[in-house]
């Protein structure tokens, strides 16, 4: 007798699997200032979560076609049972180097989660429950962003940092368990599909490269070093033979003609400058929240809930007005408010009261609610119903190109502006330990330093912090300027890519 799936045990299965990724970024960045405390290596925390972005977006695309040869319900495991070891491996790390590594293994895993589970839902659902189905898994992003810096807080402040990864073991097993119970598929394996493997590790190759010359020039090689000089090379040749293979594969990973579109172009370049943003103010601002401020871990993650928050109900107004006002007005309105929280972000200074920070999280929330949706719109409706996946993907895969070089550009300016403040102001200051920067910065270590001292060590970070901000506005800034040269929504109506 044939068995039939349940659908409502396979739904909350993929519901448990969306919030055990959603989750990882916000509860790893509200963590981080306790992790480097206890692991070192403040000037390489920025790859904590550069390699998780880089290893995700690049599998994303391999896992659906894999799917499609061998079966959601494998490879859907497969995916899951590599993020649960990386993040076992994850909670074992001894040193920065270990977490690095294992955060890329975390991330090969995720890179199957979103693509499958949105996949066995549109198998298992009709048109108007797909539609609705969808719309509540994309709500768990939200939910994910108010659980995951609580979360992070409530594990740094009353166990350990190590539990906000052993935390997924259990609840992804949940997940396995319900989708092998419950989900019966009836496979038939389809004609093979080109798994564009050359686009995937020159892409790989050519971005690690290039991450590694940003976040180790001027720190462990000298800009002018054979090694950076090396590396920038291999980066270029790796991306253009990318480049090369992506405008020749039958299947590329990124469809280069799509960019021939004007109106995918920007709107792609949007969404690559405010996800350079909303990396930084993930990574980043915690470090100021914690260790400045002097708020614990939880106090932290409270801080920034009102991104989450506010994110959904921008992301709903502008769903429900778009229309009214255009698509591009609404694009408009978002990037300025992203920019206005920018600016506010960049004029704090360390008396600044934390409800100056609740206030800034507000007003990049709507923006990025505001712009993130008519943006979608755009893209889908620049192009024909037999392109529009491939819009779509196009889209996720550049927002996380853009945190991924996003954490890699601030991280790059992060650890210049640290450490040539600390050498001009700290050298010859007695009473501050010597050695690595994150081990000074240390709250508790702080705590014991004599007042002026601590005062001068927050103003060190201050400064470095302050240059991050900085450069989170201009990318806020580029990005007006990237709205302004999209066309109107009646524009892209009469101009649809054809296949």
């Known amino acids: ?38 692991l070192g290596g403040l000037e390489s925390f920025s790859w ?22 061998y079966g959601r319900k494998v490879i859907f495991t497969v995916g899951v049972i590599l993020f649960l070891i990386g993040s076992a491996l994850s909670g074992l790390s001894h040193s920065m180097s270990q977490l690095i590594w294992f955060r890329g293994l975390q991330g090969i895993g995720a890179g199957a989660v979103m693509p499958l589970t949105f996949t066995i839902i549109g198998d298992l659902f009709p048109g108007e429950q797909r539609a609705r189905m969808q719309g509540l898994f994309s709500s768990i992003w939200g939910i994910a962003g108010l659980l995951g810096p609580l979360v992070g807080g409530f594990f740094v402040d009353n166990v350990t940092w190590q539990w906000i990864f052993y935390i997924n073991i259990p609840v992804g097993i949940v997940s396995l368990v319900l989708v092998w119970v419950a989900l019966h598929e009836k496979f038939e394996k389809k004609a093979r599909r080109h798994i564009d493997v050359g686009g995937a590790l020159t892409f790989t190759i050519g971005v690690s490269a290039l ?21 920038f090379v291999l980066a270029v040749l790796a991306l253009a033979l990318f480049v090369w293979i992506e405008a020749r594969v039958q299947e590329p990973m990124l469809p280069l003609f799509l960019f021939k579109h004007r109106v ?15 990396i930084g103010l993930t990574a980043y601002l915690p470090y100021w929240i914690q260790d400045i401020i002097g708020f614990s871990a939880t106090s932290s993650g409270l801080t920034l809930m009102p991104l989450s928050i506010a994110w959904p109900i921008g992301a ?8 009214r006002v255009g698509s591009k007005l609404t694009a408009v309105a978002g990037t300025l408010l992203i920019t206005a929280g920018a600016i506010w972000l960049a004029c704090i200074t360390l008396v600044s009261p934390a409800w100056m920070f609740v206030a800034v999280m507000v007003l990049s929330g709507l923006g990025m609610g505001y712009a993130t949706t008519p943006i979608t719109v755009l893209i889908q409706s620049a192009v024909g119903w037999n392109l529009r996946g491939a819009a779509t993907a196009s889209s996720t895969f550049v927002r996380s190109l853009g945190q991924t070089v996003g954490i890699a550009i601030l991280g790059t300016m992060f650890n210049q502006s640290l450490a040539s403040y600390a050498k001009a102001h700290l ?8 050695g690595d920067v994150s081990t000074v910065l240390q709250p508790a270590a702080v705590q014991r330093l004599p007042q002026n001292v601590q005062n001068l060590l927050h103003q060190v970070l201050a400064h470095g912090l302050h240059t991050v901000f900085v450069a989170m506005l201009v990318g806020a800034i580029l990005s007006v300027v990237a709205v302004a040269f999209m066309p109107l929504h009646r524009t892209i109506m009469k101009q649809q890519v054809q296949e």
């Open 264 to 278: 995918i172009l920007m709107s792609n370049l949007v969404g690559f400058l405010t996800s350079c943003v909303l």
């Open 211 to 231: 991450l590694y010359a940003l976040l180790n020039g001027g720190q462990k090689y000298a800009w002018d070093s054979a090694a950076i000089i090396g590396l």
């Open 316 to 323: 709903t107004l502008a769903g429900r007005y778009m229309y």
């Open 48 to 69: 904590v979560f550069a390699i998780y972005t880089l290893t995700t977006s690049v599998t994303t695309p391999i896992y659906g076609k894999l799917a499609d040869l």
């Open 1 to 38: 007798m044939e068995r039939t799936t349940n659908r409502r045990l396979v739904t909350l299965g993929m519901l448990v699997a969306i919030l055990l990724v959603a989750i990882d970024v916000t509860v790893v960045g509200t963590a981080m200032p306790k992790i480097v405390a206890d």
């Open 427 to 434: 050298q010859h200051q007695n009473g501050i330990p010597q």
